[in-house]
C-alpha cells in the first residue's frame, strides 16, 4: 500500500508539474514549437560561428547580435497594438512562415559557397523585423491557449522549459554538424522546423475575440499603452529590470565563440557545450518554477534569481578550466531563466486583459529591443578591454540591477497584492511580496 501511494503521488505530482499540457491547444503549441526551437538555436550558434570564422572580429559578433534584435525596437509598441487588434494566430502563422524563408534562404547561399558577410546583416535585420511582430503576438497568445489563469504561470514555464531545452539540444547538433557537414545544413533544418509549428497552428480551435470593431488611431492606442505602463509601478520596475538586464548582462551570449575558441582553445564542439550548459541550467530552472503552485513570492525570486546570475557571470568570467567554466554556465543560466520565466509571469497575471498586446510589446522591447544595444556595447568593448573583462560588467550590472529591484519591492507590493486578492490568489495579506 506504502508503495503504491508513493506511485501515485509521483503520478499526481507529475500531472501537476505539466498541468498547462491539459489544454488542447497548448498542447499543439509546446510540440510545435519544441522542434521549431530546436531549429532556432542551431541558426543561432551557427550564424555566430560563420560570422566569427568569416571575420575573427569580436565587434562583427556584437554587430550581428544589433542587427538580429534591433528592430523590435523600432517595431516592437506598433506590433503589440496589432497583436491587441487582430487574430494572433493568424498573426503568428505569418511570422513564422516569414522566418522559414529567411532561414532557407541562408542555407541556400551557405551550402552555395556565396555567402558574404553583408548577406548575414541583412539576413539577420530581416529575421529582427519578423520578431518584433512575433514576440508580442506569441506572449499575448498564451492566454488564448490557456483559458484558465491558474495554469497561466505553469504554462510560461513550460515555455521555458521548452526553450531551454532546445538551447541545450540544438546547439549541441549544432556544434557537431558544423564540424562534420557545415552551417549550411544547420540553417536547412532550422527552415524545416518551421513546419511544426505552423501545422499546429493551423490545427488550433481557437474562438474569435469578440471585441470592438473601430479602434482608436495607432499612436492614440500606442500611448495609452506606453502610459499604462509608466504609471502601474509593478509592471514599470518589472519591465525596467528585464531592460538592464538584457542591455547589460546578456551581451555575454555573443561573446561565448570568443570564449570557447580563444580562452578556453577549444573548437565548435566547445562552444556548444558552453551553450548547452547554460541551457541545462536554465531547465533546472524552468522545472523549478513550474513546480510551484502559485505566483505568490515571485517578486523577491526575481531580484535573488538575478544576482546569482550576475554572480555566476563574474565567476565564469575568471575560468580558464572547461568543466568550472560548463558549472558556472549552468549556474548562470538557472539565475536567468527564474528572473525572466518569473517577470513574463507576474506581468501576465495582472495586466489588464485590454491591454496585455502592448504591454507584452514593452515586455519583449525590454527583452529583444535593448539586447542588440547591449550585444554592439559589448562588441566593442571586448574589443577594447577583451570578452573576460567584458564578462565581469555584464555580471556586476545584473547585480547591481537586483539590488535596486530588491528595494522596489515594497511598492511593488502595494500594487499587486489587492489584485491578487480580487483574483483570489491570496485569501489574505501574507508577509511576504505576492
Keep these: 500500500m506504502n508503495a503504491k501511494s508513493s506511485s501515485d503521488e509521483k503520478i499526481s505530482s507529475f500531472r501537476f508539474l505539466l498541468r498547462a499540457l491539459g489544454h488542447r491547444n497548448y498542447r499543439l503549441f509546446f510540440v510545435g514549437q519544441s522542434f521549431s526551437l530546436i531549429g532556432t538555436w542551431m541558426q543561432q550558434i551557427a550564424m555566430s560561428w560563420l560570422v566569427y570564422k568569416l571575420t575573427n572580429s569580436a565587434f562583427m559578433l556584437g554587430l550581428i547580435g544589433f542587427t538580429g534584435q534591433a528592430p523590435s525596437v523600432i517595431f516592437g509598441s506598433f506590433a503589440g497594438v496589432y497583436a491587441d487588434r487582430l487574430n494572433r494566430r493568424n498573426l503568428l502563422i505569418a511570422t513564422q512562415a516569414l522566418s522559414m524563408l529567411q532561414a532557407l534562404l541562408l542555407a541556400f547561399l551557405t551550402l552555395s559557397g556565396s555567402i558574404a558577410v553583408w548577406h548575414l546583416v541583412v539576413l539577420s535585420l530581416l529575421l529582427g523585423t519578423v520578431n518584433s511582430f512575433d514576440m508580442p503576438a506569441r506572449h499575448s497568445f498564451v492566454i488564448d491557449m490557456v483559458k484558465d489563469k491558474s495554469d497561466l504561470g505553469n504554462a510560461i514555464a513550460l515555455n521555458s522549459f521548452m526553450f531551454n531545452s532546445a538551447r541545450l539540444i540544438g546547439p549541441s547538433i549544432a556544434g557537431i554538424l558544423i564540424a562534420y557537414v557545415g552551417e549550411g545544413v544547420c540553417f536547412l533544418l532550422n527552415g524545416v522546423s518551421f513546419f511544426f509549428i505552423i501545422l499546429a497552428l493551423m490545427a488550433m480551435e481557437i474562438i474569435p475575440k469578440q471585441g470592438q470593431q473601430n479602434f482608436n488611431p495607432v499612436l492614440h492606442e500606442l500611448k495609452e499603452g506606453f502610459q499604462y505602463v509608466a504609471g502601474f509601478a509593478p509592471i514599470r520596475y518589472i519591465i525596467l529590470l528585464v531592460g538592464l538586464i538584457s542591455l547589460l548582462g546578456m551581451p555575454y551570449v555573443v561573446l561565448m565563440p570568443i570564449f570557447a ?93 485590454d491591454k496585455r498586446g502592448r504591454v507584452m510589446s514593452f515586455y519583449s522591447i525590454a527583452f529583444m529591443g535593448m539586447a542588440p544595444f547591449g550585444s554592439l556595447i559589448g562588441g566593442i568593448i571586448a574589443h577594447k578591454i577583451g570578452a573576460p573583462f567584458t564578462i565581469v560588467l555584464c555580471g556586476v550590472s545584473s547585480i547591481a540591477g537586483a539590488v535596486y529591484f530588491y528595494k522596489k519591492l515594497p511598492e511593488i507590493r502595494k500594487y499587486v497584492r489587492p489584485i491578487y486578492l480580487r483574483m483570489g490568489i491570496i485569501q489574505e495579506m501574507p508577509t511576504e511580496l505576492q
Excluded: Y
Aim: proline share 1%; with cysteine.
Design 261 to 353: 575558441r580563444d580562452i578556453l582553445h577549444g573548437g565548435s564542439h566547445t562552444l556548444g557545450f558552453l551553450m548547452g550548459a547554460t541551457g541545462i541550467g536554465a531547465l533546472t530552472g524552468a522545472l523549478f518554477l513550474a513546480s510551484r503552485k502559485s505566483v505568490i513570492g515571485l517578486g523577491r525570486l526575481i531580484a535573488i534569481s538575478t544576482g546569482v546570475f550576475g554572480c555566476g557571470l563574474v565567476a565564469f568570467s575568471f575560468s580558464r578550466w572547461l568543466p568550472l567554466s560548463l558549472c558556472l554556465m549552468m549556474i548562470a543560466g538557472f539565475g536567468i531563466i527564474v528572473t525572466m520565466a518569473s517577470s513574463n509571469t507576474i506581468v501576465q497575471t495582472i495586466v489588464d486583459e
